[in-house]
Each structure stands twice: as structure tokens, then as C-alpha cells.
């Protein structure tokens, strides 16, 4: 079998076949080894699947998967999950039930040692229980948590078994709306703080803009596109299927802030008004466009209430997923800026001209702050 | 009320019943955990040979033990060969003969509950580090205390109301193999109905009492919403 595929220091190489009576998975990918990887897709697709087959949950009839340069599956080795330097956090309650909370996260913690991953000191543990607003449940049986509370319990106890790797299966999926704006403030300080790769399956194209800096999506069983996020969705060869959720992520940095308005001046590449969430000069933000949002024009017109108009390039126009409209791609500033799409009618790009190194306006009706 | 011979009757009916519950929680848990997890085709046949108690005649079961424990079966010469005694008309052999006939009782309780446990939570203490080992102490074991409480209380019950098998194989030894079971009918054919009646009361509120706390028991957990969770 292919033993040769290259994998250098800072990746992971993935290569699963299995098959079931109605569903196979079949994919080879190279994935970065830091950062946060989505496992995107609609259910069926083959996402658990893949998360299972990289913890070892399930045994791929053909697999492979090196980490770094250690072989966690081959031909002839399959190293069982309680060896794998990992922790998952699953998507429903998964807390031990015998258990209290304090017994649940000491649990993993007690074991690390046991897969080369080095014990938690305890500074760093209370640390951790404070992050995650849980030192007031440790007494407590899981039974009589909420179901948000369960949650951070389950990310508290991965976190304390101090794991090389953070596997996550739709962690929010069995939440409601407020418990999951509950939740993602922890993950994203969790995404800031955690060294090692972490694997984040979902089908909420919010959780993944907020949360990913690179993106798989799959579709049944196979691998329709990996790429880091803000090319992935700006990609127009190979559009994802986001529907009315199509648009980019942008990387900007606070420049200013206007307290008297309540808004945020944020440069990337161009400046971009947002709403101020009591940010310093100098933050790093993620700012999400949808296409929808996006119109463009000849002019720069003074005479709306749109605040952010930035000058822009055409880089590419593609017929969306609906008849009659269209993507375009634009690229803020110039022809090396950020990109951003546009959804517009057909009528609309005849009647502009639009093509390929013209320049012009954008208008952002709006820009969701996602991080 | 009672005399020496009905007090050793039930000395030897309880020390019966307590060497058979833990030998049946020692043989019927592990079984029970392999008839959970296993994906062997034997499955099905494992089964059905472990319920078989439930269905067959006592006097079916003991006789075919008797037969295999007697001097010319396969046990009596493996136990000669041995150099030992006999298992047949001996307290060894109805302890033997008690573990099989019980064991149904014991392994589908432990069974069920480790069923109703589903493989979620081995694989959360998988994921922590744990291996199958320690799975199965800080996991399956705890997890499936309520069925294996159940199993223990079926099992000492059921064993102290053995009567056929008994028969069967131990006859009627004072000391050795007469159990409360044969005391009573020893009574009853000797019309000494008086004695006959404080031993079958005895019996009679015992089992009420095991009965009693072991539905008290499971729905007491029930209400508390616990299925699989730990005791109360």
C-alpha cells in the first residue's frame, strides 16, 4: 500500500476507505497539524465518520493516518484510541453518569500520562475550570446540569487530559440557540489558547466562520473541497453549496474607534465600519460578508445610508447556484486585497458590464462580526 | 418451633445460596459482558444454553447432572482421576449444580443492563486514556451495578428455593444436602404439618421480602430518572 505519501513536520495525512451497507467514505487529505479544521457538510455526508476514523473509533477497512511523523494507522498498525495522544468532545451529553463533575474531569486527567501526554498541573487545571465557568458544578452529578453546562463540562474534561489533539462532533448540535451563544465564546478562547490541531465537525455554516481556519467539505463520503477558509469560500471554480449563505471571511485589525458612534474602524486592506464591542486599537477581528449583502456600483455614491462603500477590482464572475443570478468575485482595494463575493441579478451584470479588471464600489450593507 | 434438624437445614440452605451468589456474580458477569459486546456466531447458542433452566424440567437438569457426576459420567471420573470425592450426594456438588441452574437469573439481568448502558460511555473513557481493562472496572461495572444487585438478589433467592435438582442429585443428607426446600417436604411426609408450616411460613415471607425491596428498589430509580446511572 501507498506508504510513501508525503507528510512533513506540521501535517496530517489522512487516507480512509470503508464501506457500509448505503454509505462509503473515501478520502485522502493532508491537513494542516495546528489550527482549526471544519469537518463541513450536511448530515450523511460522511463527517462523524471521518472524525471517528481519526480517532480511531472505527477501523477504515483501508486506512492510513500519520500525525507529525507518528503512524497512528497503517497496513499493520492500528494504535487503539485510549493510546492516541486525542480528547473528543461528542455531541450529546457524554459526561460519565456515575460520576460527579469533579470525578468526570479528573478522569481523563488521572490517564494522561498513559499516552505520553504530560499531566496538568494544578495551577493550570484551575485555570481551565475557570475558562469554562465550572468551579461552582464540581460537586454536582451530571444529571442535574443543563444541557450547556454539560457541555462545558465535556470541553473542561478533554481539555484536562491535556491532549495533543482536540477532536469535536457537532458539540452545540444538541443545543438550543441561547445555549450555543453560550458556548461559542468558550471555544473561540479555547481556539485561542490550544496549541495542537483541533477537528471541529459541523453543519452550521456560522460555527464554522466563526470557529475554522481551514475547511473540508464532504459530501457523501467524499472530500468536495480542503482548503484554508477565506479561500475556500471565496472559491468560485468550486463553489460550496452554501446557498444563501455564501460569502467570505475577512481578517482585519481595529485601527480606530469612534465612541461617540459606537463603531469600530477596522482595516483589511481597506477600512470597514463595525459595530464596537468595546475593542482596543490593534484587535484582530473575523469579519463575515455574505454575498447577498454585497451590491456594487460605478460610482461612489455619497447619498446612502451605507457606511462601508470600498473601492474594489473584478476578479471573476460565475452563475450562481439559482438561475438568474450571479457571483462575483471582487477583491478589496486591488487586485492583491481580500477577496469578497457579490450576489447580483444576471440583469444587473449586463447592465454594468461587469468583467474581469474593472474597477468599482462595493457596498456592505452588512458586516457580522464573528470573532 | 423450630429443631436442631430444621436449624441446620436453614444453616446449610443460607451457606448454599451465599457460595452460589458469588459464584454466579464471578462466572455470570463476565459472561454476561462477553454476550454484550461479542459479534461471534456461538452467540445465539451461548445463549440459549445459559436460559435453558428456565424452560426444562429440575428433574431433566438434575438427572442429566446426576448422571455426569455419578461414578461412570464424565465428571464423577474426571473427579476420580483427581483423586476427589465424588460431587454427587455432596454439598460440593449441589453448589455445582446450583450455579447452572441459576445462572440464567443472574447473566440476563447484568446483560440487560449492560446493554441499556450502550457503547457511549466506553468510548468517552476510551477517549480519556482508559484500556479495556480499566473500562471495564471504572466503567461497565459501576454502570451496570442496578442489573448486577438484581442478579444478586435473583440469584441467592432463586438458589434458596431450589427444590427438584436438588432431589435430584443431593438426596436428602442432614448436614450436607438437605436444604430447607427438602426439610419441609420431609415434613409434610411424615405429617408433622406444624413444623412443616414455621419453615414454609419462613419461606413464604422471605421471598415476599426479596421480592418487596427489589421492585421498591428499581422503581425508586426509575422515578429518579436514572437508567443506567448509579445507585440512589
Not at chain 1, 474531569?105 to 488521572?110: N, T, V
Request: hydrophobic share 50%; net charge neutral.
Amino acid at each position: 500500500m501507498n506508504s510513501t505519501a508525503p507528510v512533513s513536520r506540521g501535517e496530517m495525512y489522512l487516507r480512509f476507505f470503508l464501506a457500509r451497507s448505503r454509505f462509503s467514505l473515501d478520502v485522502d487529505l493532508t491537513l494542516p497539524a495546528s489550527g482549526v479544521t471544519a469537518l463541513f457538510g450536511p448530515s450523511g455526508s460522511g463527517k462523524t465518520t471521518l472524525l471517528r476514523c481519526i480517532a480511531g473509533l472505527e477501523q477504515a477497512g483501508i486506512g492510513e493516518m500519520r500525525v507529525n511523523d507518528e503512524v497512528w494507522q497503517s497496513v499493520d498498525t492500528f494504535v487503539p484510541l485510549e493510546r492516541r495522544p486525542l480528547a473528543c468532545v461528542f455531541q450529546e451529553a457524554s459526561l460519565l453518569p456515575h460520576l460527579s463533575v469533579q470525578g468526570n474531569l479528573d478522569y481523563g486527567r488521572r490517564r494522561a500520562g498513559r499516552r505520553q501526554c504530560e499531566a496538568l498541573a494544578d495551577g493550570e487545571a484551575q485555570r481551565i475550570i475557570e475558562m469554562l465557568g465550572i468551579g461552582h458544578l464540581l460537586a454536582r452529578r451530571p444529571q442535574g446540569l443543563s444541557g450547556g453546562e454539560r457541555q462545558r463540562v465535556a470541553i473542561a474534561r478533554a481539555l484536562l487530559a491535556n491532549p495533543r489533539m482536540l477532536l469535536m462532533d457537532e458539540p452545540l448540535a444538541s443545543l438550543d440557540q441561547a445555549r450555543k451563544q453560550e458556548i461559542l465564546p468558550y471555544l473561540e478562547r479555547l481556539k485561542a489558547e490550544f496549541n495542537g490541531p483541533l477537528i471541529y465537525v459541523s453543519h452550521a455554516t456560522d460555527e464554522v466562520a466563526r470557529l475554522a481556519d481551514h475547511l473540508v467539505a464532504l459530501e457523501n463520503g467524499r472530500v468536495l473541497h480542503a482548503a484554508p477558509l477565506d479561500k475556500a469560500l471565496a472559491d468560485l471554480e468550486a463553489p460550496l453549496p452554501l446557498g444563501e449563505e455564501a460569502g467570505v471571511v475577512i481578517q482585519g485589525e481595529v485601527s480606530e474607534l469612534a465612541p461617540e458612534w459606537k463603531l469600530a474602524r477596522v482595516s483589511a486592506g481597506v477600512p470597514l465600519w463595525v459595530h464596537d464591542r468595546n475593542f482596543q486599537v490593534g484587535d484582530t477581528l473575523r469579519l463575515r460578508v455574505l454575498a447577498r449583502d454585497v451590491s456594487l456600483s460605478l460610482e461612489q455614491h455619497k447619498d446612502t445610508s451605507i457606511l462601508n462603500i470600498v473601492p474594489c477590482i473584478v476578479e471573476e464572475i460565475r452563475d450562481d447556484e439559482r438561475a438568474g443570478l450571479m457571483l462575483v468575485r471582487v477583491r478589496l482595494g486591488g487586485p492583491g486585497g481580500a477577496p469578497l463575493l457579490a450576489r447580483l441579478t444576471r440583469l444587473s451584470v449586463k447592465q454594468l458590464w461587469l468583467v474581469p479588471g474593472l474597477r468599482l464600489w462595493a457596498q456592505i450593507k452588512s458586516v457580522a462580526l464573528v470573532y | 418451633m423450630l429443631s436442631a434438624a430444621d436449624l441446620t437445614a436453614i444453616w446449610l440452605t443460607l451457606k448454599l445460596a451465599t457460595v452460589v451468589t458469588l459464584l454466579l456474580l464471578l462466572l455470570g458477569i463476565p459472561l454476561a459482558w462477553w454476550l454484550t459486546r461479542t459479534q461471534s456466531r456461538w452467540k445465539s447458542t451461548v445463549s440459549a444454553v445459559i436460559a435453558l433452566p428456565l424452560v426444562l424440567p429440575p428433574t431433566v437438569l438434575g438427572f442429566y447432572l446426576l448422571v455426569a457426576m455419578g461414578p461412570d459420567g464424565p465428571l464423577g471420573r474426571l473427579m476420580t482421576a483427581l483423586g476427589l470425592e465424588l460431587l454427587s450426594f455432596s454439598f460440593t456438588g449441589l453448589v455445582v449444580a446450583s450455579v447452572i441452574y441459576s445462572l440464567p437469573f443472574v447473566v440476563q439481568p447484568v446483560q440487560n443492563a449492560m446493554q441499556a448502558m450502550g457503547t457511549r460511555p466506553l468510548e468517552v473513557a476510551a477517549s480519556l486514556g482508559a484500556g479495556a481493562c480499566d473500562r471495564f472496572f471504572t466503567v461497565v461495572l459501576p454502570l451496570s451495578s442496578p442489573g448486577i444487585l438484581t442478579a444478586a438478589i435473583l440469584g441467592f433467592a432463586h438458589t434458596v428455593g431450589e427444590f427438584g435438582v436438588v432431589l435430584m442429585i443431593g438426596g436428602n443428607i442432614p448436614g450436607a444436602t438437605r436444604v430447607i426446600s427438602v426439610q419441609i417436604y420431609d415434613h409434610v411426609e411424615a405429617l408433622e404439618y406444624g413444623h412443616a408450616h414455621t419453615l414454609a411460613g419462613i419461606m413464604l415471607l422471605f421471598s415476599f421480602a426479596v421480592l418487596f425491596a427489589l421492585y421498591t428498589f428499581n422503581g425508586r430509580r426509575r422515578h429518579a430518572g436514572l437508567s443506567v446511572g448509579g445507585l440512589p
